[in-house]
C-alpha cells in the first residue's frame, strides 16, 4: 500500500476475534464501509488474526498487521506508541480506552458509560477501571464518536466532553438474510442479548408467569455473562424456555421473523442493537423506556419503566396487549426511521472524526 494524500489511519481491531457483543458488531459494519468512502485515506487494521480482519475489510488503500501482545496495558503503554512512530500514524482509532502516552491524534468510539449511570451491574473493579480510562481518554481525543444521542448526552453531561466533539457513529439495521425455517413450534417471545442483570431477564421471566399462556413459550438467544447464575438456572429450569447460544445468522432471522413478539426489558442500553433487528425483520417490540431505547425504537415499540414498582404487571399488560393487537405500523414511516442506522452513515461520521 503506497501513501495517499490523505490521512494513515490506525484501527484498533482486537476486538474482532473477541465474544460477540456491540463493539465487535460496530467495527465490523463500519470497516465494510470506510476504506471505499475516503479511498484518500491508507488504513492500517490492527487485529490479532489478520485474516480474520481481511474478511472483514480489504481494499487497495486497506494493510493488515497482528497484534503480537495479548495484555492490554503492555498493548496500551508500549505497543501502540511504538506502532505509530513505525508506521507513521497520523490518528488512532480505539474503542473505550485510549493509550495515554500517545504524540498522535486519537479518535474515540464509547458506546456507553453505564457503568456510570447504573453503576449497581458492574464489578467494583471494573467501575472504578472505566471511570478512570474512559474519563481520561475522551478528554484527550480529538473526537469521540458514540452511536446514540443518550451517550452522547452523559458524555457531554458527566465528563465535560464538548458537545461539538462527539459525533454520531449509530449501529446499524443487519443487512438482509435469508431466513430458515421456522426454529420453533407454536407462538414465543424472543429475548437476544448476554444474560446478566442489567438484561432485566428475571423481570421478563415474572411476566410471562403471571400472563399464564400455556402454549407461549420463552425464546432466549444470549450467553450467561458475570452476575447470571440464578438466571440461568431458572432459564434451565423452565420447561417452556428454549436457550440457544451461538447460532448462524440465517436462524438468528428466522427467529425474528417467526417470534410473535421481542421483549427486551433492559435497565439501560447505550443503544439496544437486538430492538433495531426485530424491527428490520417487521417483528412486534415491547421494551423499556429507558436510555437509548425510546432513539431506537422510535414509534415502533409499546414502552414500559422496568424501575416502576408495578413493573411485572405492566410489562405482561405489554406483552399481552401486543400478542393479542400488535401496533399497526406504517411502512413508509417505519422504513424513514431505519433509513437512519446504516454503516454507511456511521462510516461517514468516522471519517469526519479521523480528519479533524
Not at 194 to 200: A, F, L, S, T, V
Request: aromatic share 8%; hydrophobic share 45%.
Amino acid at each position: 500500500m503506497t501513501k495517499k494524500s490523505g490521512q494513515v489511519v490506525g484501527i484498533d481491531a482486537h476486538v474482532l476475534t473477541g465474544k460477540y457483543q456491540g463493539s465487535r458488531t460496530w467495527l465490523q459494519g463500519v470497516l465494510g464501509e470506510l476504506p471505499p468512502l475516503t479511498p484518500e485515506n491508507s488504513y492500517i487494521i490492527y487485529s490479532r488474526d489478520p485474516a480474520v480482519a481481511e474478511r472483514v475489510c480489504s481494499g487497495p488503500n486497506v494493510e493488515h498487521r497482528r497484534i503480537p501482545i495479548d495484555d492490554p496495558i503492555r498493548r496500551l503503554l508500549l505497543y501502540w506508541p511504538l506502532v505509530a512512530r513505525r508506521d507513521r500514524l497520523d490518528v488512532l482509532l480505539t474503542q473505550y480506552i485510549a493509550p495515554p502516552f500517545f504524540a498522535r491524534r486519537q479518535v474515540v468510539v464509547v458506546h456507553d458509560i453505564l457503568f456510570e449511570s447504573h453503576p449497581q451491574f458492574f464489578p467494583p473493579v471494573m467501575r472504578w477501571r472505566n471511570r478512570l480510562l474512559v474519563r481520561a481518554s475522551v478528554r484527550r481525543a480529538a473526537r469521540v464518536l458514540t452511536v446514540s444521542r443518550f451517550t452522547r448526552d452523559e458524555l457531554v453531561r458527566r465528563y465535560r466532553v464538548p458537545s461539538g466533539h462527539v459525533l454520531l457513529a449509530p449501529n446499524a439495521v443487519p443487512p438482509p438474510v435469508m431466513a430458515g425455517p421456522r426454529p420453533v413450534d407454536g407462538p414465543y417471545v424472543l429475548f437476544v442479548g448476554r444474560i446478566e442483570p442489567r438484561k432485566n431477564l428475571d423481570l421478563l421471566l415474572d411476566s410471562l408467569e403471571l400472563l399464564d399462556r400455556p402454549g407461549l413459550h420463552l425464546v432466549v438467544v444470549g450467553r450467561p455473562d458475570f452476575g447470571a447464575a440464578s438466571t440461568a438456572r431458572r432459564l434451565a429450569d423452565n420447561p417452556r424456555v428454549v436457550h440457544r447460544l451461538d447460532i448462524p445468522a440465517e436462524e438468528l432471522a428466522a427467529l425474528y421473523c417467526h417470534a410473535a413478539v421481542l421483549v427486551f426489558p433492559s435497565q439501560g442500553e447505550g443503544f439496544g442493537l437486538p430492538v433495531l433487528e426485530a424491527l428490520r425483520f417487521g417483528t412486534p417490540v415491547v421494551c423499556s423506556n429507558t436510555t437509548a431505547l425510546p432513539e431506537v425504537a422510535g414509534a415502533f415499540a409499546r414502552y414500559f419503566n422496568p424501575l416502576a414498582a408495578n413493573a411485572v404487571d405492566d410489562l405482561a399488560q405489554a406483552i399481552a396487549a401486543t400478542l393479542d393487537s400488535p401496533l399497526a405500523l406504517d411502512p413508509e414511516c417505519l422504513a424513514e426511521h431505519l433509513a437512519v442506522f446504516t454503516w454507511r452513515n456511521a462510516a461517514l461520521a468516522v471519517a469526519e472524526a479521523v480528519s479533524v
